[in-house]
């Protein structure tokens, strides 16, 4: 008599202690959580530095040509409009930064935990 008892409550306990855990496993905690970000706009319509790099490269190149002669000529052209290029792209990067309008916003976005 006892051991169908046993084996009865067994089951019992399986069958239900099993979906107790599954249903507290399936709770989701999240919070929120907000920071303050510091936004730029750039007050130009030239985003991509177009123009500075442009006319770095037509420098560079320019003063790349003064240097050698025959197959170094070519070289130091193209070697001084590729790095006249970077250094325009640079200094407008720069100028538009500080030409900047930064703004603080408040962003907020859910987080388990």
Same mark, same amino acid.
């Given at each position: 008599?006892?051991?169908?008892?046993?084996?009865?409550?067994?089951?019992?306990?399986?069958?239900?202690?099993?979906?107790?855990?599954?249903?507290?496993?399936?709770?989701?905690?999240?919070?929120?959580?907000?920071?303050?970000?510091?936004?730029?706009?750039?007050?130009?319509?030239?985003?991509?530095?177009?123009?500075? @790099?442009?006319? !770095?490269? $037509? /420098?560079?190149? %320019?003063? =790349? +040509? &003064? #240097?050698?002669?025959?197959?170094?000529?070519?070289? *130091? @052209?193209?070697? !001084?409009? $590729? /790095?006249?290029? %970077?250094? =325009? +792209? &640079? #200094?407008?990067?720069?100028?538009?930064?500080?030409? *900047? @309008?930064?703004?603080?916003?408040?962003?907020?976005?859910?987080?388990?935990?």
């Amino acid at each position: 008599m006892k051991t169908p008892v046993v084996f009865t409550a067994a089951i019992i306990l399986t069958t239900y202690g099993g979906a107790s855990l599954a249903q507290t496993d399936s709770v989701r905690h999240t919070r929120t959580v907000c920071e303050n970000v510091q936004v730029k706009q750039v007050n130009s319509s030239d985003t991509h530095r177009v123009a500075g @790099t442009a006319i !770095g490269a $037509v /420098a560079g190149g %320019v003063l =790349g +040509n &003064q #240097v050698g002669g025959g197959k170094g000529k070519t070289l *130091a @052209t193209v070697g !001084g409009a $590729v /790095a006249g290029g %970077v250094v =325009g +792209n &640079q #200094v407008q990067k720069n100028h538009q930064d500080n030409n *900047a @309008t930064y703004t603080t916003e408040r962003r907020c976005h859910e987080e388990d935990y």
